[in-house]
């Protein structure tokens, strides 16, 4: 395994704890800066708009950049922002400081994954892809945690200097070990802004990123309302979510690792049976939801079969757009754009009185619609006018 990976899944890891850890930390922020909880909410949804307009934006600001000195400087920006955050004398600079940390989070997922590929050989990419994300999915085990636990130790602020450390050593580790032209390797990818809007043309790319889409919303269509499905159905008490979230999160690492090295035998079909693997699970987590015990397996395989499309999703729509890392962070917005509709239609569900194993059939009814998507893209992409631009692996 390239080291430079290593490096890269640290990165992973710091950007993905600062998302999280927020969520333990919140009663602790709202009482420090004297705000009502609703407005301590903001560190949360401000962060996840900042992350789908940042994408974008700095993507496409750098796109005629080299790639490792952008990463660098993206991690410098997530440093940047924590800092603001952990020294924070108000609310308003905390609230900054969580923006300004967003912001570098969909670019660096995005271009680091077209990093990531560049270090390997070509029929290792998603699996590459998969390492560079299982910093971000254990981030998603220990995020919630680990701010809790140092905050009730040393303070909330703490968590964010922790962070901001991490962030210095990703920051050096990057630079010290990606190679230097890494990300550029092969035929020039499209550089000008113009050029990468042009990859958008392709039906490929947008059948790509609304099944990522879908299948994004699908699993958090579930996921958001977990905790009220574990307490009022299966019979859990409060202080068991903890845990029984480290479950999911554990499923999220092992889909991760399983679904990058099944994506590059036969990427397609990998991504059409983890797509369909999670459809199937959510309806059966909604059938049986009554038990505890089927109730831990099944939100285990829902994090399995939830992450398991990741790291094809991210490599094909880089492929199907010619190596455009705009679409590369594109996709970590239309991820972004998925969970909140699926979170959207699962509290809809429950506002009708269907109760709390409503969002599970809700986020098997969107997960089926990225079946279908990706069935559709991996058809028409077998047409003699797709085959030569969308590889097979």
């Not at 952008?70 to 997530?78: E, M, R, Y």
């Not at 990468?196 to 879908?214: E, G, H, K, M, P």
Request: glycine content about 14%; some cysteine; proline content about 4%.
């Amino acid at each position: 395994m390239p080291s430079g990976l290593i490096a890269l899944a640290l990165g992973g890891f710091g950007i993905g704890l600062t998302e999280f850890l927020i969520a333990g930390l919140l009663p602790q922020v709202s009482s420090s800066f004297e705000v009502s909880e609703a407005a301590a909410g903001w560190l949360i949804s401000g962060y996840a708009l900042s992350v789908a307009v940042g994408a974008i934006a700095l993507t496409a600001a750098t796109a005629r950049l080299p790639r490792k000195p952008v990463l660098v400087g993206l991690v410098a920006l997530f440093v940047i922002g924590n800092l603001l955050s952990a020294a924070a004398p108000n609310y308003p600079v905390m609230l900054l400081g969580r923006i300004v940390a967003a912001l570098c989070h969909g670019s660096f997922f995005g271009i680091g994954s077209l990093v990531a590929r560049s270090l390997v050989a070509p029929e290792r990419k998603s699996r590459a892809v998969a390492v560079m994300f299982a910093g971000l999915t254990v981030a998603n085990v220990l995020g919630v945690p680990f701010g809790a636990l140092v905050g009730e130790r040393w303070g909330w602020r703490a968590a964010f200097w922790a962070v901001t450390a991490i962030g210095v050593l990703a920051m050096a580790g990057i630079a010290a070990l990606v190679p230097g032209r890494a990300g550029e390797r092969g035929p020039a990818p499209p550089s000008g802004l113009r050029d990468q809007l042009r990859a958008f043309r392709s039906a490929q790319v947008w059948l790509t990123l609304t099944a990522t889409a879908l299948g994004y919303g699908g699993m958090f269509g579930a996921f958001s309302y977990i905790a009220y499905t574990f307490t009022e159905v299966s019979g859990f008490a409060p202080a068991d979510v903890a845990w029984l979230l480290m479950v999911y999160g554990v499923g999220l690492v092992v889909g991760n690792l399983v679904g990058g090295r099944a994506a590059d035998r036969d990427r397609d079909r990998a991504l059409i049976l983890a797509l369909l693997g999670l459809t199937l699970t959510l309806a059966l987590f909604g059938l049986l939801a009554h038990s505890a015990t089927a109730s831990v397996v099944l939100v285990f395989l829902m994090g399995v079969t939830g992450f398991a499309s990741v790291p094809g999703m991210i490599t094909r729509v880089t492929d199907v757009a010619g190596g455009a890392a705009l679409a590369a962070s594109a996709n970590v917005s239309a991820s972004n754009i998925g969970n909140a509709l699926g979170a959207w239609l699962g509290g809809l569900a429950i506002s009708a009185g269907l109760g709390y194993t409503a969002p599970l059939y809700a986020g098997a009814g969107i997960a089926l619609t990225s079946v279908v998507v990706m069935a559709v893209a991996a058809r028409q992409a077998k047409s003699p006018q797709a085959a030569d631009r969308v590889p097979a692996g």
